[in-house]
């Protein structure tokens, strides 16, 4: 009995340290989606360089503000600052950079970026650099190398690439005195800046799209009749890709390059259209008598989404080319169009209606939820940038369209500068590098 | 009668021994009585009857003869008599004997009774003292068990309110260090990192230090950052329990991003 009793006790002296000695876990599952606090000090306090009327660490500013993953704190402008004072601040990570003109046009930039908790809240010399470059320019390219230091800091802050040193290319109407229209495409970077005409038309000009980070398609009436044309931005050589008899419209390059989507009307009514560009081999894609527009590819090249009214109203579809099947993706509301496929996520943006307001809506291709990110009434052509953060569309404003932005997950709204005109059918490009 | 199993055998070995010891007791006299008895033997030339001869000499000789005759009569009638005194006392003799030998017999017997009796009543108070001693053991073993559970359980109560209170204080330490911790609702819910946090007393962060990457280092620092700002961290006051907070791991993962004002 006493053996009993002492194996029982040993027993538990024995396994007793494993409720001790194994290490506490603790479980962080919820955080908080809110902005990341952010320094960005002056460059340059002794020889501001301007870039036009702005300097680098503003345009950076800028473009961290604008794209509602940083919550920018004034920087200490009298002192250089200190950790201590910048973490009072409530910084998690401050940006530190220098200019200085090496040559006649060459300035050299380099840039520091601070964690602010890398050791121990008490410890003076807890800040690490995360990110440190040096990069040489022309001062014309301070501009874009602004954007460039952007995507870097925004990229080792929150793990997605960034998408500032970006272009936008889109349509610019303007009323011309004598009561007629005046067409422009257009190019500006990522935040409305450096806006350049390629092609001026008395003519509509319509859907322009990204071929690549260099080249654009779009849609021209110029000869009154509508002609796809590639355009390479930087030498402006421009060539017919399709000039089918009736419509030739909505061109979409797929993610390899290869290939157009694009929507003829050979048959009567617009269909899609895949063009091997190589071989010059046309396939039909959809059929019957009902309106189908807007091709778009998914980032795989695998499938194409596009607008269809063969349901009643317009309505987005997917065609899928291994198994050629058709399926309709939305359901919400009475009138969906001009969808695109938001990379890094099972998401679809398209211009939603509901009732009698337009405006951007994104749905979870896997529970089919819709997510209403812009409602103004009147939001249209919606582009999503290529880190698939942020969205360009194109608001009307009365008789004029601005370019306006929203982020993915709906939470910053902003509207780039106005200029003259009407902007419309503004397409975000690749990534440029 | 209900008898255990364990003592079943003694005791059939013990009613078996009875047995045989009441057949060896009673064997014995079975036999004396069959054969071995003595019987009272008469001899019989001892009445033999004598007869006599009548003689010439009438009278005389009748005399004498009646007088031999009586004597003889006499003689027969004593001869007869102490034949049958002896005869009696013999069968007396014998009857004594008899009834000596069956009440020694019956003594005997009953002796043996007692003594088996006395055997019988030893067994079993040796049994039932053994019953008791058991009965006793078995108590006193339960009694320690008993005991021994009391003493688990009082320990499993202590570890189970220390769990409480060491829980309380993980979901307290979770839940600063959240509010602190800036991430995007975008995020990949699968990600996950691990860290192994130390305190000081009082619960300030010492060090985190990164024991397993989620591969995108965004995240294991926003991670990183938020356990810092959110130092000092509540702790146990009870130095015992701080002990499990001194050096813990904390595992990240964005399962429950939501849109709030962070604590900055």
Known sequence: MRLLYSICIFIFCLLSPLFVSAQLQVSLTQGVDAP????????????????????VS???????RNSGQFSLIKPDVKVAGSAAEWKRRGANSVLLGEIS???????????????????????ESGSNIILQQRYTVSKSDLRHLSHIISDEVYEKLTGVPGAFATKLAYVLVNRTANGSSRYQLMVADSDGFNPQVLLTSAMPIMSPTWSDSKNLVYVSFEGHRSTIYWQNIATGKRKIISGAPGVNGAPAISPD??????????????????????NRNLRRITGGSSIDTEPSWSPDGKSLLFTSNRGGSPQIYSYTFKDEKIKRLTFDGNYNARASYLPHSNSIVMMHRDGKLFGIAK??????????????????????????SMIVYAKQNGQSGILSMVSADGRVKLSLPAQAGSVQEPAWSPTLR | MFIS?????AFYLAVLLHILLIALLILPSLQASKGGQPVAHISPKAIKIVKTKTVSSKDVLAEVKAIKDRDLAIKVAKERAIALANKKRAEAKAKAI????????????KELAKQLKDIQLKQQQDRKKQQELLAKKLQKQKQEQVELQERQEQNIQQKAQNQLVVDQYKSKIAGTIGQYWLVSRDMDPSLQCKFVIRLAPGGVVLDVTLQQGSGNDAFDRSAKTAVYKASPLPVPQDSALFDQFREFSLIVSPKNVVLRSAAI
Request: no cysteine; proline share 5%; net charge positive.
């Open chain 1, 257 to 278: 390059g290869k290939k157009l989507a694009l929507v003829l009307t050979k048959t009567g009514n617009p269909k899609i259209y895949v063009l091997d560009l190589a």
């Open chain 1, 36 to 55: 990341w606090p952010i320094v960005v000090q002056p460059f340059s306090e002794k020889d501001p360089v301007s870039v036009g009327n702005t300097t």
């Open chain 1, 58 to 64: 503003k345009i950076i500013t800028n473009d961290l």
């Open chain 1, 363 to 388: 749905q979870n291709l896997l529970s089919g939820k819709v997510n209403i990110l812009t409602r103004s009434g009147s939001d249209e052509s919606p582009s999503v940038s290529p880190n698939g």
């Open chain 1, 101 to 123: 003109q090496i040559s006649r046009n060459k300035y050299q930039v380099s840039i520091k970026l601070l964690d602010l908790y890398h050791k121990s809240l008490n410890s």
């Open chain 2, 98 to 109: 008899a009834l000596k030998k069956a009440a020694i017999k019956s003594e005997r017997l």
């Open chain 2, 5 to 9: 199993g364990e003592y079943k055998k």
